[in-house]
């Protein structure tokens, strides 16, 4: 047994050194062949379906999952399942992507017939592009002759290091080629850290029939009842002047403190007991800015105005904390 810490440690980093060399050779390979796969890809009208076996299996699978969350519509094809009915996942207009090192794989040879009727055009990620799977592939992407990082040469690692880059390189590029953004790659993480940091206040803000609104000129009684019957209660309502803009805000607190003083007076105007000039926010801007601006100034609720200064809605901390944003 080999069990000096030191040799460990120095295989180690020959595996490393080995894998890392093989992803960097792939980068003098990519030439025409790649373009073309990209045009391919980029001009699908279907599903991009990847495919593979084994450990190329594996890397498919996270090359779909990459695919799917920058907006591409893909799925991953067991080989196997697919030659027992699971080929009817793949109909025309799609694009099949097959990984496989040796390009001898018989699970996705005996597919490529069938898809071959149903004119579905196939990229194949391989080391051999003289392979079975190369000779029926639209496009072949060579990664070359690699020596695998293992004591016997035979365990897939640089290999598969390398199919895997070329399956990144693949998807990002077609990422860039399509200009995709923070907020685009957002829509498809709304669970996330991700997609809360580039959520709009348009997007969580209470508008509509939802964002309270009273006329300066209203009693204080006739804007507790605006605040009462909104839907949802949001315990605050914007008051506007004449010309629909926004000249204060109003809230349950507000309410409480006057009732504490003594100074209660529901017939009075509203307007002589509002929060005069309140901050705001548009509608367009983060729902982290939002956040940040109700911990500054402590404050439940926030009127969102349009260029304006008309309250187009109303975003209160319960919608923050509904978006996990608090």
Same mark, same amino acid.
């Given at each position: ?96 992507? #097959? ?62 290091? #390398? ?111 509002? #929060? ?15 956040? #940040? ?34």
């Amino acid at each position: 047994m080999r069990s000096t810490g030191k040799a460990q440690l120095a295989w180690a980093r020959t595996v490393l050194r080995s894998e890392a060399a093989a992803i960097t050779s792939l980068s003098s390979r990519l030439n025409g062949t790649f373009l073309e796969a990209l045009v391919l890809l980029d001009a699908c009208k279907g599903r991009i379906i990847t495919t593979g076996i084994g450990k190329p299996g594996f890397i498919a699978q996270k090359l779909s999952a990459t695919l799917a969350s920058t907006g591409v519509a893909s799925l991953y094809l067991h080989p196997a399942e697919a030659a027992h009915g699971d080929l009817g996942r793949v109909v025309r207009g799609d694009v099949v992507i #097959a990984l496989s090192n040796s390009g001898t794989t018989e699970e996705i040879l005996r597919l490529l017939i069938p898809l071959k009727r149903q004119k579905v055009k196939v990229v194949a990620l391989t080391s051999d592009p003289r392979s079975p799977l190369a000779r029926g592939s639209d496009v072949v992407l060579d990664i070359g002759a690699i020596d695998e990082a293992c004591p016997i040469g035979l365990v897939p690692t640089a290999s598969s290091a #390398a199919l895997h880059a070329l399956s990144d390189a693949l998807a990002m590029t077609l990422a860039w080629r399509r200009e995709l953004t923070p907020e685009g790659y957002a829509r498809f993480h709304p669970g996330g850290k991700l997609g809360r940091s580039v959520l709009k206040v348009r997007e969580v803000m209470r508008d509509g029939e939802a964002n309270p609104v009273v006329r300066d000129s209203a009693s204080l009684s006739q804007a507790l009842v605006v605040m009462t019957n909104t839907p949802g209660r949001p315990g605050a309502t914007n008051v506007i002047d004449r010309a629909g803009k926004l000249v204060g805000i109003f809230t349950d607190g507000d309410f409480r403190r006057l009732a504490e003083q003594g100074h209660l007076d529901l017939k009075g105007p509203v307007s002589s007991v509002m #929060a005069r000039r309140p901050r705001t926010i548009g509608p367009n801007e983060l729902v982290l800015t939002a956040a #940040a601006m109700m911990r500054e100034t402590k404050v439940d609720q926030l009127p969102v105005v349009d260029s304006h200064g008309r309250p187009v809605g109303l975003v209160d901390v319960q919608d923050l904390l509904a978006a996990r944003v608090v």
